[in-house]
């Protein structure tokens, strides 16, 4: 049970992780709270499917391929969904907006890819060892994006020019930063960390334009819990998370496992509502 | 001879009679086409059903109709595609019967769409045979004029639980479903059916049906003792779960449930073909291989027909396409004997005993208008599908 319970949580706890630092990836960059995060993980389980088992690719070319896609919809997600409404007053219309774009993406795979979950492909032909590579695949590409994304914000000119634009980004634009273009790259970035989300739990997952909405939700509480923008605090919340998830199906069962999920949930925010890790922000007046 | 008023009067007066009398009626309505408004899902997200019982439907029609029709007169078909949307299905029942006035209606073909149309149907005193399995969907004081061709759910449920308990002999049942309405609603109405039937319920639960790990939920029922799983569920990834984790534990427990247990669907999703193995889904008798692998003799005759004519199925079940030619032609038997008004059509159903179709036997009477006998609803080995039909499974005898 201990090891059902380690294995299983950790690998869906990294793939929530990830889905929870593709929304602060767009949301750092922008204030913007997209809600197509789950839809760029759902995305990358079904093109993942299509592109390696429908299209015989390998999975190597699969990968890019998919990654690739999941930038161009970041793009399209900022051009269409975010841009326009941008500079309207009310905030919540772009969290809308965002929603109304993820839904229309996921109606439109659901009629083209249909609404039953197909098989993903094994990525890597060996044989289960000790840890499958269902597990350990997401766990990988969890802390291959959180090393990846601490040499970028840390090491690089533009992931500096990131973190100006998240910490001010007025100040940052009287400084010459290009914010559009540097928002449009943000975007791009998050479609490849969705993307990539879905394409390392997809063995987990399936491929299922119904892990959408799974994804959206479970993805948005590591963010909650470790405080909007906090990679760090996404990636403890997002294990907690599929840690506590797994343990509550074995301990408690049935719809009531999700039950106990909601319940610390609300009970977290009760208590903490800006995360564990998140710092309660001054308010300008 | 003068032609007086009185004269003229009298003679209109007859011509309008005899026009108005039953002489002249059956002479319109035999050089009208017999029209019967189909309502298939062929595109969206359920049109896997609609599309095969709509090759039935329209081979049914063709030979009808090559055969010099219904008395002389021929059939038209007007199909509307639904598009597995409950709206469309309601504008097009108002097409069909305030626009194209057709006799009778067959269809929709999805219970989504079924619970929408029949009342429109039923206000507009149309008669109407469907297919679709939710209980509600035929009440003869509601609907007196709507008929169904193929099992409620309460049948599927029962068969399930007959073969559960009284062919396999197990008495210690797991039955689980996703959080589905579908799912959700299945559950609660098989369990008091089993214990009825004096089963104990080794576990019951829903699970949400996202959940990529079922092993805890079967860990549960195996340490409850459960000797049967029933799956209820339409979800293929849900369905393929419970049987990966099944075999991944290496027990040997019968899966006995719903239809999609054997679909293409699941099977893509089984991580073993030997996951399949002890797994039996609802099907019917009249379209199912016995022991000796032989269709019944209807059957095998029908679908050595579709392979003459190179109707395709590959892609689909037998019991479909059967179901499909069987509407047509019980209402052109029923039109040839009763005409083609609401209450002769009504009438005639409702006195039809043993009919008998490719995919059923229908008997109908005026208090029950649901017309699939219990007997001819089993389950079949969910792993055996050649040629779009299924083995029946153990122990139903020869």
């Known amino acids: ?285 | 001879m003068s032609v007086t008023r009185r004269k003229v009067l009298a003679g209109s007066a007859a011509g309008a009679a005899s026009l108005a009398s039953g002489l002249a009626s059956p002479a319109i309505a035999a050089n009208e086409p017999l029209r019967i408004g189909f309502l298939p899902a062929l595109t969206g997200p359920s049109s896997s059903t609609g599309v095969a019982m709509n090759r039935g439907t329209e081979l049914a029609v063709k030979e009808i109709n090559d055969a010099g029709g219904i008395n002389g007169r021929k059939i038209e078909l007007i199909v509307r595609d639904t598009q597995s949307d409950a709206t469309k299905a309601v504008n097009a029942i108002a097409e069909l019967t305030h626009r194209q006035k057709v006799h009778v209606v067959w269809g929709p073909l999805n219970s989504g769409e079924t619970l929408a149309a029949t009342p429109l149907c039923a206000r507009d005193g149309i008669p109407m045979i469907q297919p679709c399995w939710v209980d509600t969907l035929i009440d003869v004081k509601k609907y007196p004029m709507a008929f169904r061709n193929a099992p409620t759910n309460m049948q599927i449920g029962n068969a399930a639980n007959h073969y559960v308990m009284d062919v396999l002999k197990k008495k210690k049942v797991a039955v689980i479903g996703d959080n589905a309405g579908y799912a959700t609603a299945t559950v609660a109405a098989y369990v008091p059916l089993l214990k009825e039937k004096g089963a104990t319920i080794a576990y019951q639960g829903n699970v949400d049906a996202a959940n990529p790990d079922l092993k805890p939920e079967l860990l549960r029922m195996r340490d409850a003792g459960a000797e049967a799983i029933m799956p209820w569920s339409v979800n293929a990834g849900f369905l393929a779960r419970i049987l990966n984790a099944r075999g991944a534990m290496g027990w040997d427990v019968p899966v006995v449930g719903q239809t999609t247990l054997g679909s293409g669907q699941t099977k893509a999703l089984l991580e073993k073909p030997e996951n399949w193995e002890k797994v039996y889904s609802n099907n019917f008798k009249n379209c199912c291989y016995d022991g000796s692998g032989k269709l019944p003799e209807k059957a095998a005759a029908f679908r050595e027909k579709l392979a003459k004519l190179k109707i395709d199925m590959s892609d689909t079940l037998l019991w479909w396409i059967a179901v499909g030619y069987d509407a047509p032609t019980l209402i052109a038997e029923t039109v040839k004997a009763a005409g083609d008004t609401p209450k002769g059509i009504t009438g005639y159903w409702n006195k039809l005993t043993n009919w008998g179709g490719i995919y059923a036997s229908l008997t109908f009477t005026p208090e029950q208008h649901n017309g699939l006998p219990d007997a001819e609803v089993v389950m079949c080995q969910a792993n055996s599908l050649k040629d779009g039909a299924f083995n029946i499974a153990p122990g139903y005898g020869a």
């Open chain 1, 1 to 285: 049970m201990l090891e059902s319970i380690v294995s299983y949580g950790l690998a869906v706890g990294a793939v929530y992780a990830l889905i929870g630092i593709t929304y602060n990836v767009m949301f750092t960059a922008s204030r913007v709270f997209s809600f197509t995060a789950g839809m760029l993980g759902m995305l990358g389980g079904v093109l993942g499917a299509l592109f390696i088992d429908r299209m015989g690719m390998p999975a190597i070319v699969g990968l890019l391929l998919v990654l690739a896609c999941g930038a161009v919809i970041g793009v399209i997600t900022e051009i269409v969904a975010v841009r326009p409404v941008l500079r309207s007053i009310e905030q919540h219309l772009y969290v809308l907006s965002t929603l109304a774009f993820a839904l229309l993406v996921a109606q439109f795979t659901a009629i083209e890819w249909g609404t039953d979950a197909s098989p993903f492909p094994r990525l890597i032909p060996i044989d289960e060892g000790l840890l499958d590579q269902k597990f350990w695949i997401p766990m990988l590409a969890c802390a291959a994006t959180v090393l990846g994304l601490e040499f970028l914000y840390r090491r690089t000119l533009i992931g500096r020019a990131f973190l100006a634009i998240a910490e001010d980004s007025y100040a940052a634009r009287a400084l010459g930063l290009p914010e559009v273009r540097l928002r449009l790259a943000s975007f791009a970035l998050a479609g490849v960390i969705g993307a990539l989300a879905g394409f390392a739990g997809g063995e987990m997952l399936l491929a299922f334009f119904g892990n959408q909405s799974i994804l959206n939700f479970y993805g948005f509480v590591p963010v909650a819990l470790g405080g909007m923008g906090n990679n760090r605090g996404a990636v403890v919340g997002g294990l907690l998370l599929g840690l506590f998830q797994q343990a509550a199906n074995f301990l408690v069962g049935g719809i009531f496992a999700s039950v106990a999920v909601f319940a610390v949930f609300i009970v977290v925010l009760l208590l903490r509502p800006e995360g564990f890790a998140g710092a309660s922000g001054a308010r300008r007046v």
